[in-house]
């Protein structure tokens, strides 16, 4: 019976993983326009290094460098 499952299960949470990436790249803007993928990338901007260094005091890691340097890609 677990046998019959297991496959199953693995199927749905691949499509669940999938479903919510392609909903968080959606509601980000992410797969609009320029302009609306460089605002989410100044809201990104803002916004992880704040919840990085949150994580890194809850978890009680040292921050080895001073801060998160994020620059985009330039193909």
Known sequence: MAARILPVL???TKVTTAG?????AVD???LG???QGSQALEKA???I???AEEWMKYFGVEDTETA????PMIF
Do not use: F, Q, T
């Open 10 to 12: 693995k199927l749905a």
């Open 20 to 24: 919510g990436a392609l909903y968080v």
């Open 28 to 30: 980000s803007s992410l």
């Open 33 to 35: 326009s320029s302009e």
């Open 45 to 47: 901007k803002a916004a």
């Open 49 to 51: 290094p704040p919840a």
């Open 68 to 71: 998160l340097e994020m620059s």
